[in-house]
């Protein structure tokens, strides 16, 4: 998968960062994504106007979705096709994560740039503007099942032989 960085943070970035609290009462995955990043107008109008593609990537340091259980924080994202590539992400925004079907890729040593181009695939991260390469720490294949339906609910549905999509 190539793409490019659209949006850098660092570390310990919240929920409340990525999904302002503000706007809990929204939560319909067709409405969540207008909120995402709400308090960096800028980056937020991007992704809003449509200038930022969809399948750019986030780049983060350690924590990423830190600090409460915020499903929302996910499907802002989700919304908006984005993949999160960081140095290692909070325990409870990794299974929504999964759950919600978000492309998530670990990758401890990451160093990227927004704009930076990142092709990903075979264990690791190749910074195409850079020239440097990363490992990856890959998901459990059945977590990674779950993210390449779409979520868990899709996932489901492909093992379930009744089941209507």
Do not use: H, W
Not at 73 to 83: I, T
Not at 116 to 137: M, P, Q, R, W, Y
């Amino acid at each position: 998968m190539k793409t490019k960085v659209a949006f850098k943070v660092g570390d310990d970035v919240s929920t409340d960062i990525v999904y302002p609290g503000r706007f809990m009462a929204t939560v319909l995955p067709t409405e969540t994504p207008a909120f995402a990043f709400a308090d960096n107008a800028d980056f937020n109008r991007k992704l809003k106007s449509g200038e930022i593609p969809r399948g750019s990537a986030i780049v983060a340091g350690k924590n990423f979705g830190c600090g409460s259980s915020r499903e929302q924080a996910v499907s802002c994202l989700k919304g908006y096709d984005l993949a999160v590539v960081a140095r290692d992400i909070s325990r409870i925004f990794l299974q929504s994560a999964i759950n919600l079907g978000l492309n998530i890729i670990i990758c401890p040593e990451i160093e990227a740039a927004e704009g930076d181009e990142l092709e990903i695939a075979g264990g690791k991260v190749l910074n195409l503007t850079s020239g440097k390469s990363f490992a990856t720490n890959p998901l459990p294949k059945a977590r990674q099942a779950i993210i390449d339906a779409g979520g868990l609910i899709p996932y489901t549905r492909k093992l379930l032989p009744t089941a209507k999509a």
